[in-house]
């Protein structure tokens, strides 16, 4: 299966890559991970780090229709978890069915003195992922 994935995408000029500086706009708080491949309905999925949790989600509710995010047990999370959506054109002439979805998480489970997991009350204290994901829907 991976292989037929990496054939398509070779085939159709797609690379795993930094895919929100190639199909959108990236804030400068967020910083490249990076790209695997995926299986199924994911073609490809690309991670990033944020240094300004709050300007970064501002700049993606704003842009890309993320939903605001909110503290849910034990991290933050989009409210009614909706993703965010990029339209680019060069990927619709590639594929009509290609999507790329985009979504911000922070885990606030950190382990103390102790070793035990405690939950981070404080939001620039929690590490914070973006990650975009082109789909074939």
């Known amino acids: 299966m991976s292989l037929f994935v990496s054939s398509i995408c070779a085939a159709q000029?797609?690379?795993?890559?930094d895919l929100l500086n190639i199909y959108g706009e990236k804030p400068e708080q967020l910083t490249f991970v990076d790209c695997t491949e995926g299986a199924g309905q994911t073609i490809l999925e690309a991670r990033y780090s944020v240094a300004d949790s709050e300007a970064v989600e501002a700049f993606l509710v704003?842009?890309?229709?993320?939903?605001?995010?909110?503290?849910?047990?034990?991290?933050w999370e989009p409210t009614g978890s909706r993703s965010g959506w990029i339209?680019?054109?060069?990927?619709?002439?590639l594929n009509?069915?290609?999507?790329?979805?985009i979504t911000m998480y922070g885990n606030a489970e950190?382990?103390?003195?102790?070793?035990?997991?405690?939950?981070?009350?404080?939001r620039s204290n929690v590490e914070f992922t973006v990650v975009v994901?082109?789909?074939d829907i």
């Open 13 to 17: 000029d797609l690379e795993c890559g």
């Open 62 to 75: 704003e842009n890309y229709g993320l939903e605001k995010l909110k503290f849910v047990c034990c991290g």
């Open 87 to 93: 339209k680019n054109e060069k990927l619709l002439e």
């Open 96 to 101: 009509p069915n290609y999507v790329l979805s």
């Open 110 to 122: 950190k382990k103390n003195s102790d070793g035990e997991f405690v939950i981070e009350t404080d």
């Open 133 to 135: 994901t082109l789909l």
